[in-house]
């Protein structure tokens, strides 16, 4: 635009050459009074364009002050927004670690006091087993000193005997029990090393005092 402006000037120059030469030629200065304001008239055009451009370079110039104040704005918003990121990002962390901390510290309370449980529960065990051994050891005895006094009492004897013959199929023991002695108050009073006997043989009874 302002190259377009000097070539009018350097126009309305040589125009202005050429009508002093013209005149000075005697030629006709109606037609250079044409050719003049013609000139003049482009000039003013441009200049109007001038100034529209120029008003719409101040225009466009406002809007890029508006925007680099927008986006200084938005980088001021953007600094804001990672610090408060990067605070809780740091917050997160230590409440991370606490909480890993914590936890760590009830997993070895939990443990101990696990190992403090099976300790008692075998302690208890102990004392049961011990309980249970001694209620045996009492229930036995006192199963035993039942059956001893379950026994019948041992038959009393007068002091007298009878001989009896052994026969064939007798035996020490249905002898005892036929007379109701023990097999071993028969060996005894009969001096028997053991329960064989044979016919024949006369074994000594005691007679029994009802």
């Given at each position: 635009?302002?190259m377009?402006?000097n070539?009018i000037r350097?126009?309305?120059?040589?125009?202005?050459v050429m009508?002093?030469v013209?005149?000075a030629n005697?030629?006709?200065?109606?037609?250079?009074?044409?050719?003049?304001?013609?000139?003049?008239?482009?000039m003013?055009?441009?200049?109007?364009?001038?100034?529209?451009?120029l008003?719409?370079?101040?225009?466009?110039?406002?809007?890029?002050?508006?925007?680099?104040?927008q986006?200084?704005e938005?980088?001021?918003?953007?600094?804001?927004?990672?610090?408060r990121?990067q605070?809780?990002?740091?917050?997160l962390?230590?409440?991370?670690?606490?909480?890993?901390?914590?936890?760590?510290?009830?997993?070895?309370?939990?443990?101990?006091?696990?190992?403090s449980?099976?300790?008692?529960m075998?302690?208890?065990?102990?004392k049961?087993d011990k309980?249970?051994s001694?209620?045996?050891a009492?229930a036995?005895a006192?199963?035993a000193?039942a059956?001893?006094?379950?026994?019948?009492p041992?038959?009393?004897?007068?002091?007298?005997y009878?001989?009896v013959?052994?026969?064939?199929g007798?035996?020490?023991?249905?002898?005892?029990?036929?007379?109701?002695?023990?097999v071993?108050?028969?060996r005894q009073?009969?001096?028997?090393k053991?329960d064989?006997?044979?016919?024949g043989?006369?074994l000594k009874?005691?007679?029994?005092?009802?």
């Amino acid at each position: 635009m302002k190259m377009k402006i000097n070539v009018i000037r350097a126009g309305l120059l040589a125009l202005a050459v050429m009508a002093a030469v013209r005149t000075a030629n005697g030629q006709d200065m109606r037609s250079l009074v044409r050719e003049f304001a013609q000139l003049r008239a482009d000039m003013r055009i441009l200049q109007e364009d001038q100034k529209v451009l120029l008003d719409r370079i101040n225009v466009m110039a406002q809007e890029n002050v508006a925007k680099d104040a927008q986006i200084a704005e938005l980088q001021k918003m953007l600094t804001m927004q990672e610090t408060r990121i990067q605070g809780i990002e740091k917050d997160l962390s230590m409440r991370l670690e606490q909480l890993r901390k914590a936890l760590e510290n009830e997993k070895i309370s939990r443990h101990k006091d696990l190992e403090s449980a099976v300790g008692s529960m075998a302690a208890e065990i102990s004392k049961l087993d011990k309980v249970a051994s001694n209620a045996s050891a009492v229930a036995n005895a006192a199963s035993a000193a039942a059956a001893r006094r379950q026994q019948p009492p041992p038959p009393a004897y007068a002091g007298s005997y009878k001989e009896v013959e052994v026969k064939r199929g007798d035996t020490l023991s249905l002898i005892a029990q036929a007379v109701g002695v023990p097999v071993s108050t028969l060996r005894q009073i009969n001096n028997l090393k053991n329960d064989t006997i044979f016919v024949g043989q006369k074994l000594k009874i005691p007679v029994v005092q009802k």
